[in-house]
């Protein structure tokens, strides 16, 4: 079995910071590429920012500049640092990582939110 468990999420006026976490914990052979995903009310998930094993980033272009993802692949962790947060941000954000199972089973794996509210 195989968990992704996030945290960090939180209240946050405009203009704040925050840092997500998300472990990825279990039955792991070996993780691909993780990132965040973020979905608002009423809208589709998104992509937020991705990070491949060899530490490659891809950003969504609403917040280029302001969060920043990294990884520890010695922890099966990553990470989300977001900057400048604005009242658009505000969302549930969801981890997801493409792994290997200790017995040869490959594919996406979900956290299951933690939710990001920016708001005076």
């Known amino acids: 079995q195989v968990q992704l468990v996030e945290s960090g999420g939180g209240l946050v006026q405009p203009g704040g910071s925050l840092r997500l976490s998300c472990a990825a914990s279990?039955?792991?052979?070996?993780?691909?590429?993780m990132g965040w995903y973020r979905q608002a009310p009423g809208k589709q998930r998104e992509l937020v920012a991705s990070?491949?094993?060899?530490?490659?980033?891809n950003y969504a272009d609403s917040v280029k500049g302001r969060f920043t993802i990294s990884r520890n692949n010695a922890k099966n962790t990553v990470y989300l640092q977001m900057n400048s947060l604005k009242p658009e941000d505000t969302a549930v954000y969801y981890c997801n990582a493409y792994l290997t199972t200790s017995i040869g089973d490959y594919g996406a794996y979900w956290g299951k939110g933690t939710l990001v509210t920016v708001s005076s």
């Open positions: 990070i491949t094993t060899a530490g490659s980033t």
């Open positions: 279990g039955y792991i052979f070996s993780i691909n590429t």
